[in-house]
């Protein structure tokens, strides 16, 4: 019965919903930074560079084999290195929006973390011996 204790304490815990959420919520930013880069950034970058789309961009490897009749018998090899293009601009962009959110949340823990500033300490009262010495100071200035 312990083991299934155990299982169950781990299984509710606070940790493990919060990491559910988070994969969740990942999942979705995933789509969101991917329509980013192919529906947003990529267009321009594709006008900027000539109009080109980089998930075309492949190697040829082996060539595609038909019959006689034109149907394909052996599908062609390919190298898609737009593809790996296309993924590395997903990666730096999804990269470079967790660290600026990561970021942020820092700043605003950090502000929360500030101590309220305290007050300047009072300088400590002077003691009796203090004050009579102070008296006799005085009054020897006094005589002199």
Same mark, same amino acid.
């Given at each position: 019965?312990?083991? *299934?204790?155990?299982?169950?304490? %781990?299984?509710?815990?606070?940790?493990? #919903?919060?990491? &559910? $959420?988070?994969?969740?919520? @990942?999942?979705?930013?995933?789509?969101?930074?991917?329509?980013?880069?192919?529906?947003?950034?990529?267009?321009?970058?594709?006008? *900027?560079?000539?109009?080109?789309? %980089?998930?075309?961009?492949?190697?040829? #490897?082996?060539? &595609? $084999?038909?019959?006689?009749? @034109?149907?394909?018998?052996?599908?062609?090899?390919?190298?898609?290195?737009?593809?790996?293009?296309?993924?590395?601009?997903?990666?730096?962009?999804?990269?470079?929006?967790?660290?600026?959110?990561?970021?942020?949340?820092?700043?605003?823990?950090?502000?929360?973390?500030?101590?309220?500033?305290?007050?300047?300490?009072?300088?400590?009262?002077?003691?009796?011996?203090?004050?009579?010495?102070?008296?006799?100071?005085?009054?020897?200035?006094?005589?002199?």
């Amino acid at each position: 019965m312990k083991f *299934l204790d155990e299982f169950k304490s %781990f299984a509710v815990k606070g940790n493990m #919903i919060d990491m &559910a $959420v988070g994969i969740i919520i @990942g999942g979705a930013f995933g789509k969101i930074v991917s329509s980013l880069v192919n529906d947003v950034i990529m267009p321009p970058l594709g006008v *900027l560079i000539g109009g080109v789309n %980089f998930t075309g961009f492949k190697l040829t #490897i082996k060539e &595609a $084999v038909a019959d006689a009749a @034109g149907t394909v018998t052996s599908q062609a090899v390919t190298l898609n290195y737009g593809q790996f293009i296309q993924n590395l601009f997903d990666f730096i962009i999804i990269a470079f929006a967790v660290f600026m959110m990561i970021k942020a949340m820092n700043r605003m823990r950090a502000k929360q973390e500030q101590p309220a500033p305290t007050p300047p300490p009072v300088p400590p009262q002077p003691t009796n011996e203090e004050k009579l010495l102070a008296e006799i100071r005085d009054l020897l200035k006094a005589r002199n």
